[in-house]
């Protein structure tokens, strides 16, 4: 063994692992973003209880043209608030629609890692900041704002991947 090395190298190897894929965020930023309560104001005159909430999450991943290490990874969530249950037919009382978007600049990644990275990695790492988007619309709209609670992304990534 050498001087300042950790690992001797035998005759043809290498001494340096291969490289490690990794995202970097060049930028987030809300994509798009509805918000309706379409029963107001009468749903803030005579409030009845919390809204039963019905939520969509989902993950949107392109190459940005032009740039080959350059991809946008999307989180879109949906989200209803329905009356509350036994207060006539389900109505909303409020809708969301979310997209909040990452632009994301990939390095050292091999065909196989790009999946896993843009579908698992980037989500995890932009949820925070798109559950605090839907909370703080809810909130401003005159509701609870809806906590969401941390996503299993690489169980949602392994339910949705056709076998």
Known sequence: ????????????????PPPTPRALIVSQYVKSVAFAV???????????GMPALHLDLDVDARQVEGASSLFE???????RGNAP???????AVFEADIAYAALVSLHDAPPAALEPLLLIDVPAMIFPAARNVLADLTREAG?????????????????RRPT
């Not at 990874?73 to 989200?79: F, K």
């Not at 509701?143 to 339910?159: E, K, Q, S, T």
């Open 85 to 91: 249950a036994g207060q006539g037919p389900a109505r």
């Open 143 to 159: 509701f609870a704002p809806v906590l969401m609670h941390p996503v299993d992304f690489p169980a949602l990534y392994r339910a």
């Open 1 to 16: 063994m050498t001087e300042g090395h950790a690992v001797d190298t035998l005759p043809g190897g290498t001494s340096s």
């Open 38 to 48: 379409p029963a107001a104001p009468g749903v803030h005159a005579a409030p009845k």
């Open 73 to 79: 990874v999307a989180l879109i969530l949906r989200c």
